[in-house]
């Protein structure tokens, strides 16, 4: 009797119990419906977006696009599928609609710093906005993500300290588009120039590129701060010797400044680049301002050393002809040629020349 009334008892209060979480749990869907139904789209939204990552990795863009949209009709803060969504229109350079998507991510997450980058430079390159580009590297510098680092995982300060110079450097860019738009204004191109080298010098503390050193170089070679320049081209020589853009505008300097030997050797270099990399046109203009700068060290007295240069190349070491072949019509060197340019293009010409100048 006991055991039937104790199990009468036990029964009931599951019930009851049971029951109650029942009307508990309707009661909660009745007071948060609106929250849950966030909850339901916000998973529909998640699982568009995973398809759509799908697609992009793919590069089956206008499904991935379908997909994004399809995502933030559910969900419009997911401020990831906008950003892809802003990334695959730059791709069909509709950059205005990039534009939105990039600053509608900003929106919902403000500290995304990559975003504002990329926000930035679509400003910057395809809508000429170059003040409103550089205000956006600021914020993106300026806006310092919740440190996390998680051993072999996570470390998002080096994350930062990498997109801070990317800002930077960008930004430098920015500053030199500025200056060429001035036009009369010296004064006013001076000015965005030194903050261009002023940007490149800040980037290079989180990089060192070949991409900055170049364009740090430049600056100062359109401000005619030569040794400067020079040792900047060095430094990018040093990082990508088979880059023909730091040797090419190096030769220029070099001939601007009468180092007639130095700029010889640069436009030699460049040259030999570019007809290995098969670019006929560039070749040819290269070897022709080659040409001039041969004359002019003739005109300056430097025929002897013309002479001795092209004979020590045959006798100690240099290049000879039957290391060079052309097939198709492309140069192709042979391992031996290959070790010689790896060894001798990291060799900046009027590195020490440049190097003392600026000591004084």
């Not at 509608?104 to 000429?128: E, G, H, N, W």
């Amino acid at each position: 009797m006991k055991k039937k009334i104790f199990e009468f008892f036990k029964n009931t209060t599951v019930r009851i119990v049971s029951i109650l979480l029942l009307i508990l749990f309707l009661l909660s869907i009745f007071l948060f419906f609106d929250a849950y139904v966030r909850q339901v789209k916000k998973g529909i939204s998640f699982y568009y977006v995973y398809r759509g990552d799908k697609y992009y990795k793919n590069n089956k863009t206008q499904r991935a696009i379908d997909c994004y949209k399809k995502a933030l009709s559910y969900y419009p803060e997911h401020y990831r599928a906008r950003y892809n969504l802003a990334n695959i229109y730059v791709v069909y350079e509709d950059y205005y609609s990039a534009l939105s998507e990039y600053a509608k991510a900003l929106q919902y997450k403000p500290d995304f710093m990559i975003a504002r980058i990329d926000y930035a430079l679509v400003l910057s390159s395809a809508t000429f906005n170059h003040d409103r580009a550089i205000e956006e590297y600021q914020i993106a510098i300026d806006k310092k993500p919740k440190w996390v680092y998680i051993p072999f995982f996570i470390n998002n300060r080096k994350t930062y300290k990498y997109n801070t110079g990317i800002a930077y450097y960008n930004m430098g860019l920015a500053y030199r588009a500025k200056s060429l738009l001035v036009g009369e204004n010296k004064f006013s191109a001076r000015e965005y120039l030194y903050s261009a080298i002023d940007s490149y010098k800040k980037a290079l503390k989180s990089l060192k590129k070949y991409e900055i050193y170049y364009n740090l170089a430049l600056a100062h070679q359109l401000l005619k701060n030569n040794e400067e320049a020079g040792l900047n081209y060095c430094k990018a020589i040093e990082l990508a010797p088979l880059r023909y853009e730091a040797h090419y505008n190096l030769a220029i300097l070099l001939r601007d400044m009468k180092l007639y030997r130095d700029s010889l050797e640069e436009f030699k270099k460049a040259g030999l680049i570019l007809d290995v990399d098969g670019d006929s046109i560039k070749t040819r203009y290269i070897y022709d301002v080659l040409s001039d700068v041969t004359q002019k060290m003739v005109l300056a007295g430097d025929y002897n050393y013309l002479v001795e240069h092209i004979d020590e190349n045959k006798h100690k070491g240099g290049y000879s002809a039957n290391e060079l072949t052309y097939v198709g019509g492309k140069l192709v060197v042979s391992d031996e040629f290959d070790r010689a340019v790896l060894k001798n293009f990291k060799t900046c010409s009027a590195k020490v020349h440049f190097e003392n100048t600026s000591e004084e």
